[in-house]
């Protein structure tokens, strides 16, 4: 079964403060892929960013960043200089990779950033 | 290209009555998902089609729940009949069969919806 981990519910930063949100998870598939998704307060699911299993270098797009270790199965997330526009509730997501068939999504429970001006 | 679109948006609907959810997925994609969100579970995928087969339902909550999808541009999720539980946000995604975004599903707005 596939499980993951968000065990930060709630984070509060004021502004220009740099922030990170930790996911953890397992799964027993091989090749997987891990998601990030922005959920701001109007409500859509905003994707943010894909990682496949056999790919470790971190990733970085303007102010966010991507810390994937496998060794410790989790795929964290860094904001640097937050931003009021960055108040949201961030999904990390795990699915399986070919093998596993399906490619259905499960998500962490979500962490609710606010950022304070 | 429009991407996934859901409705109607909102539904405010008495218990008892019948409350369809109506999907558009993207065009080309071949899988689609119907999850749903509450406070108290988060996301959860509730059922998913591949090529117009249901291939895992086993997150429909209980048989007053079905989802169809007769053609590759359109699904259905029923509730017959609600019950105020039920009260969440729907949403739909659709995921491409090839190219850069192969494995990345695509979300709908969501469908908010309202038992009393």
């Known amino acids: 079964a596939q499980k993951v981990t968000q065990a930060q519910t709630e984070i509060s930063v004021v502004e220009k403060e740099d922030v990170t949100l930790d996911c953890v998870y397992e799964?027993?598939?091989?090749?997987?892929?891990l998601f990030w998704y922005k959920q701001p307060p109007s409500g859509e699911l905003v994707f943010l960013i894909r990682?496949?299993?056999?790919?470790?270098q971190n990733e970085i797009s303007g102010r966010y960043s991507w810390n994937f270790q496998k060794s410790t199965s989790s795929f964290n997330f860094t904001i640097t200089a937050s931003q009021v526009v960055d108040s949201a509730v961030y999904f990390c997501?795990?699915?399986?990779?070919?093998?596993?068939?399906?490619?259905?999504?499960?998500f962490g429970k979500g962490t609710k950033l606010s950022v304070i001006p | 290209d429009a991407g996934v679109i859901q409705s109607p948006r909102h539904e405010v609907t008495e218990m008892g009555q019948e409350v369809t959810l109506r999907c558009k997925p993207i065009?080309?994609?071949?899988?689609l998902f119907w999850y749903r969100q509450t406070m108290m579970r988060g996301l959860e995928l509730l059922i998913y089609?591949?090529?117009?087969?249901?291939?895992?339902d086993s997150g429909m909550p209980e048989d007053r729940f079905s989802a169809k999808m007769p053609n590759a541009s359109f699904s259905t999720l029923k509730i017959q009949p609600s019950e105020p539980r039920d009260s969440a946000v729907y949403f739909c995604?659709?995921?491409?069969?090839?190219?850069?975004?192969?494995?990345?599903?695509?979300f709908g707005p969501g469908t908010r919806l309202t038992v009393l």
């Open positions: 995604a659709s995921r491409p069969v090839r190219g850069s975004s192969y494995n990345e599903q695509f």
């Open positions: 799964t027993r598939d091989t090749t997987y892929y």
């Open positions: 990682r496949n299993s056999f790919d470790e």
């Open positions: 997501a795990l699915s399986g990779g070919p093998g596993a068939g399906s490619y259905q999504l499960t």
């Open positions: 065009s080309g994609h071949n899988s």
């Open positions: 089609f591949n090529n117009n087969v249901p291939i895992d």
